[in-house]
């Protein structure tokens, strides 16, 4: 069973930047994609950002397309997420996942593997 572990959360200030970091312990099926979602404690589980397998194409939530970039390293089986001009509204756990289907206009992780969060604050 594939486990992920976030990391690279933190504290910031508005208008500046936080790369978070996703290793997974095994390489992902070429049939899904990888991607970010973030919760607070209003919202539910929100799509943030994903891509594919061989890292040609990537999808952005578009609260964060501009801002966002994704990208991965199959050879290290890690995913990344920088974040730039992030906003107070950008506060949430942020959770990977290496196992995503395309629903719709959104996605799901077929098997709900997801790590423990990374805490991402932005003050104003």
């Known amino acids: 069973q594939m486990h992920v572990a976030e990391s690279g959360g933190g504290l910031v200030q508005a208008g500046g930047s936080l790369r978070l970091s996703c290793a997974a312990s095994?390489?992902?099926?070429?049939?899904?994609?990888m991607g970010w979602f973030r919760q607070t404690l209003e919202k539910e589980r929100e799509f943030v950002a994903a891509?594919?397998?061989?890292?040609?194409?990537?999808y952005y939530a578009a609260s964060v397309k501009g801002r966002f970039t994704i990208s991965r390293d199959n050879a290290n089986n890690t995913l990344y997420l920088q974040m730039n001009n992030l906003t107070p509204e950008d506060t949430a756990v942020y959770y990977c996942?290496?196992?995503?289907?395309?629903?719709?206009?959104?996605?799901?992780?077929?098997?709900?593997?997801w790590g423990q969060g990374a805490q991402v604050t932005v003050s104003s």
């Open positions: 996942a290496a196992d995503l289907m395309p629903y719709g206009r959104t996605w799901y992780s077929r098997g709900g593997n």
């Open positions: 891509i594919s397998w061989d890292g040609r194409s990537t």
């Open positions: 095994e390489r992902s099926h070429p049939r899904y994609a």
